[in-house]
């Protein structure tokens, strides 16, 4: 690993970090498809991301998961990384095929302990696990089945969630039953653009339902086998805004919001799904059976929130950002850190929302390896705008207690392939070197600095 010159950024770093109180949680994510390779090893199943990146032509640079950051295999040197950092917690996902191949029958054990290994290695390095089951990479043989759009699938994840509970439930701080339910809902199963590649709304939206109703009903599982871990989901959320005032505009923009956030803030906040988006729907909405929408809406310690950009809605069709003026990063989304704000404070207004977490915000961007140093001062910009609207939300009355940044390094960006580099962490895949960019130097400087006011802060305890 090459270790450039600390940014020393001492001056601009205090303010932001005095925002924050003293037990803030900050990490760093990933998910496994994105990071492990090892795709076939130690009895690892296929998942339906391993049968999708064989299809001709749908990821950009037509590569796949096999070998991404070699994590499977690397995975002590890049815990080592991420302590490096200073950060209190990792977010991580547990592949579903790796542990339970075929998504039923047989455990795979060899699968079990490398998750053991991450979770232990964490904790001797100070370093609090935080789990995630579902990150896309469903068991191919349960897509054969039908997948997220047969009810059965929806048992099986419950199965899945016990036996992951079982096992590490007792040293993480939290499980995530899924991480962002309309990814793999719209562009897994209508838009088709992910995998498993279905273009059919209504099957999407019988996925956005099973999963709904899994989560809930692994809440219930995991309570009931006296889980200690906080259990919540992570949905990716922004603020729809209508491209002009008319009327057309808002009424798409307002659909939108239906289909992104309220589809499933709703039923977990509310046991109901939106009438407006269900008379949108028409004859493509889910089946749902009774007692469903009550077990989606099982209590949750926490809801996490995964932030990038606003959305931007035209009734006349999609919405090139281009047009806004606004800094884009490499993937074309606007940076627009008051969104996050925005969004944050309409979650504590509208719901009764647990605590929350941005358990992703972060930013690609075109980075160059040189000298040793990668210089991404944009990342480090826009990480920092997103912290002062973090701030802002809180000093809004947000109850916020944590914030992990997307990614802890490069990796595969789904159908972007390896193009599109998301990481604080520089990977060169074909040596599979790590180099802290600019933006995990500032971050540890930053962290350092939170950690140097919290160890200054006095007692609480009265005096008598
Ligand atoms: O890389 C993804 C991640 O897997 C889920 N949230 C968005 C990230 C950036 O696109």
Not at 185 to 203: C, N, Q, W
Request: with cysteine; charged share 20%; hydrophobic share 40%.
């Amino acid at each position: 690993m090459l270790n450039p010159a600390p940014v020393d950024l001492t001056d601009t770093l205090l303010p932001l970090a005095g925002q924050f109180p003293p037990d803030f949680v900050w990490g760093v994510a990933t998910s496994a498809y994105q990071i492990e390779g090892a795709a076939g090893e130690d009895g690892k199943g296929r998942s339906i991301w391993d049968s999708f990146c064989l299809l001709p032509g749908v990821i950009a640079d037509g590569s796949n998961g096999d070998l991404a950051c070699d994590h499977y295999h690397r995975w002590s040197e890049d815990l080592d990384l991420v302590a490096s950092l200073g950060v209190n917690a990792y977010r991580f996902s547990v592949s579903w095929p790796r542990v339970r191949p075929s998504g039923s029958g047989a455990w795979n054990n060899k699968g079990v302990d490398f998750y053991e290994r991450v979770v232990d290695g964490l904790l001797e390095r100070g370093v609090t696990p935080y789990v995630t089951l579902n990150h896309w990479d469903l068991p191919q043989e349960l897509q054969a089945r039908g997948g997220w759009a047969d009810r059965e699938t929806v048992y099986r994840f419950v199965e899945y969630a016990r036996g992951i509970a079982a096992r590490l439930g007792d040293r993480v701080a939290s499980i995530t039953t899924h991480n962002e339910p309309w990814v793999m809902s719209v562009l897994g199963h209508e838009t088709g653009i992910f995998a498993p590649g279905v273009k059919d709304r209504a099957v999407a939206m019988q996925v956005a339902h099973n999963l709904m109703l899994s989560h809930g009903l692994a809440l219930q599982a995991l309570r009931a086998q006296g889980c200690k871990a906080g259990l919540g989901i992570v949905l990716n959320l922004a603020p729809m805004h209508p491209a002009t005032d008319t009327a057309a505009d808002r009424a798409s923009a307002q659909l939108e919001d239906g289909r992104l956030l309220r589809w499933y803030m709703d039923p977990l906040f509310k046991a109901t799904y939106p009438a407006d988006v269900l008379a949108h729907l028409g004859a493509d909405a889910p089946r749902v059976q009774a007692g469903d929408m009550a077990a989606i809406a099982t209590p949750m310690d926490f809801l996490g929130v995964n932030y990038y950009s606003r959305g931007v809605v035209s009734a006349a069709g999609p919405w090139d950002t281009k047009q806004s003026g606004l800094p884009l990063t490499d993937m074309d989304w606007e940076v627009y850190p008051e969104g996050l704000t925005e969004l944050l404070v309409r979650l504590h207004h509208d719901y009764p929302v647990p605590p929350l977490f941005v358990t992703e915000n972060g930013a690609a961007f075109k980075d160059q390896l040189s000298g040793g140093r990668v210089a991404d001062e944009r990342r480090i910009d826009y990480i920092g705008r997103h912290l002062e609207a973090v701030a802002e939300a809180m000093r809004q009355g947000v109850s916020m207690k944590g914030y992990m940044v997307w990614s802890l390094m490069d990796n595969f960006e789904w159908a972007s392939g390896f193009e599109k580099r998301f990481g604080i962490v520089y990977v060169d895949y074909a040596s599979q070197t790590r180099t802290l960019k600019d933006s995990a130097l500032w971050y540890r400087s930053f962290l350092r600095q939170h950690q140097g006011m919290a160890r200054s802060v006095p007692s609480s305890k009265p005096s008598s």
